[in-house]
T-cell receptor, first 115, second 117 residues
């Protein structure tokens, strides 16, 4: 069974602070893919990153960075020097090869960046 | 690239009305399209998966006669909420993927906020 847990329901930070959003996943598949999506107040989901299970290299894209650790089944997302425009709900998601290639979403973390 | 257009963005209608929502991939061919439902402050719940030219696969608990899905082409899928009632009010989001592979990201439309009076 696939499961994604985002234990942080809501986080508030002051602008320019760094913030880390946690994501823990469960899967029995050896090949799987992890994703982060951003959902701003307008509602659309924006794809941020995909990570393969066989590639544990961390990734940095501007102010965003991702830490993938298979040993702890975690795929955490850090925003450095947060900005008000980062305020959104962030979803971590998992998909794997098998009968279903569907995305399994976590419950999301609502990030509020206070100016 | 990978733009998905969803229309309409908002619908308000009376109970008993049928509502059609369109999902189009604008700059790529979508082998697979997905329909999700999202309640306020909750995660996305997958309703069904549709592949072009074949019947949709519905998730457990989703009424196929209530939520009709048609994936007529590689760029268009439609969701029709038949005889909608207030409990069908929700935010519906479609997504599209270029292939059936689990490694491919889904690209989402802007969503449709459905309100049934």
């Amino acid at each position: 069974a696939q499961k994604v847990t985002q234990a942080q329901t809501e986080i508030s930070v002051v602008e320019k602070e760094d913030v880390t959003l946690d994501c823990v996943y469960e899967t029995r598949d050896t090949t799987y893919y992890l994703f982060w999506y951003k959902q701003p107040p307008s509602g659309e989901l924006v794809f941020l990153i995909r990570r393969n299970s066989f590639d544990e290299q961390n990734e940095i894209s501007g102010r965003y960075s991702w830490n993938f650790q298979k040993s702890t089944s975690s795929f955490n997302f850090t925003i450095t020097a947060s900005q008000v425009v980062d305020s959104a709900v962030y979803f971590c998601a998992l998909s794997s090869r098998g009968i279903s290639n569907n995305l399994f979403f976590g419950t999301g973390t609502r990030l509020t960046v206070i100016p | 690239g990978a733009v998905v257009s969803q229309h309409p963005s908002r619908v308000i209608c009376k109970s008993g009305t049928s509502v059609k929502i369109e999902c189009r991939s604008l700059d790529f061919q979508a082998t697979t399209m997905f329909w999700y439902r999202q309640f306020p402050k909750q995660s996305l719940m997958l309703m069904a998966t549709s592949n072009e030219g074949s019947k949709a696969t519905y998730e457990q608990g989703v009424e196929k006669d209530k939520f009709l899905i048609n994936h007529a082409s590689l760029t268009l899928s439609t969701l029709t909420v038949t005889s909608a009632h207030p409990e069908d009010s929700s935010f519906y989001i479609c997504s599209a993927r270029t292939s059936a592979g689990a490694d491919q990201p889904q690209h989402f439309g802007d969503g449709t906020r459905l309100s049934i009076l």
